[in-house]
């Protein structure tokens, strides 16, 4: 086995191998799917990454919220939704992998997203509040189908 000596004099194993494109394409499917355990890993993976400097699979994780339009209209707070739609565009496409359903994938999970949003930021909500949210979320989710870029 390939290895290195450290400063005390210990060998240690080589650096795993970089992963490949049909691994990178796993995770980047599992950290766009539509469900809160993906969410939430996709939090975790960005929070490692942002802290540390921590990417294993190499992924662009900038973003630009809304792309101009609002993070939070009508004080619905879609910046995360956002975020990760903004990862999942832009993963796919560095990857090559940028089709048609994969943009459809990535955008029904925008709507997941935002939707789960309405249900739960603010914990107990009135269900008119509930309804406007979901028709803002529509209209954000109707804007990226039709203008998102393949």
């Not at 210990?10 to 980047?28: F, H, M, N, S, V």
């Not at 993976?45 to 921590?54: I, L, N, P, V, Y």
């Not at 739960?120 to 989710?141: E, F, H, L, N, S």
Request: aromatic residues 12%.
């Amino acid at each position: 086995m390939a290895g290195s000596v450290s400063a005390d004099g210990t060998t240690t194993a080589a650096a795993a191998a970089a992963p490949t494109k049909a691994q990178k394409l796993k995770r980047l499917s599992h950290l766009t799917a539509a469900s809160q355990d993906a969410a939430g890993d996709w939090t975790v993976d960005r929070e490692k990454w942002r802290t540390t400097g921590s990417n294993k699979y190499g992924f662009n994780w900038k973003t630009d919220g809304c792309s101009g339009a609002s993070d939070n209209p009508g004080g619905f707070h879609f910046w995360a939704a956002c975020a990760r739609h903004d990862f999942g565009y832009r993963n796919y496409k560095k990857l090559n992998a940028f089709t048609g359903a994969n943009k459809k994938r990535v955008d029904k999970t925008f709507l997941y997203d935002m939707n789960w949003t309405c249900d739960k930021q603010w914990g107990p909500i009135t269900q008119a509040q509930r309804k406007a949210c979901r028709k803002v979320a529509k209209k954000y989710y109707d804007a990226v189908v039709a203008f998102g870029h393949l």
